[in-house]
């Protein structure tokens, strides 16, 4: 069984800094991409920032600059650094991870964390 374990959400003030991580835990021989999404009550979740292949990252339009995927495959685990943040950027934001397989031979999987509550207020 394949969990994902979200840790760093809270409470910021405007143009604060908050770091979240993800750490999937399980019997796992391979991740192809993992990510973060985020939604707000009465919105659809979007995505925020993922990393996939070695080096190839995407961001949304509006968090390009301030925020940073970052991922330790050895440690199955991914980062997001979140800098000057804003109270749009209010969220509970998901860790994503795609194409999980538990051997060489098995099939990939998705899954999802349970989320962790990012405020920006003052």
């Known amino acids: 069984q394949v969990q994902l374990v979200e840790s760093g959400g809270g409470l910021v003030q405007p143009g604060g800094s908050l770091r979240l991580s993800c750490a999937a835990s399980?019997?796992?021989?391979?991740?192809?991409?993992m990510g973060w999404y985020r939604q707000v009550p009465g919105k659809e979740r979007e995505s925020v920032a993922l990393h996939g292949s070695p080096g190839i990252t995407n961001y949304a339009d509006s968090v390009k600059g301030r925020f940073t995927i970052s991922r330790d495959n050895a440690k199955n685990t991914v980062y997001l650094q979140m800098n000057s943040l804003k109270p749009e950027d209010t969220a509970v934001y998901y860790c994503?991870?795609?194409?999980?397989?538990?051997?060489?031979?098995?099939?990939?999987?998705?899954?999802w964390g349970q989320g962790t509550q990012v405020t920006v207020s003052s």
């Open positions: 399980g019997s796992i021989f391979s991740i192809g991409a």
């Open positions: 994503y991870a795609a194409s999980v397989r538990l051997s060489p031979l098995a099939s990939g999987k998705n899954f």
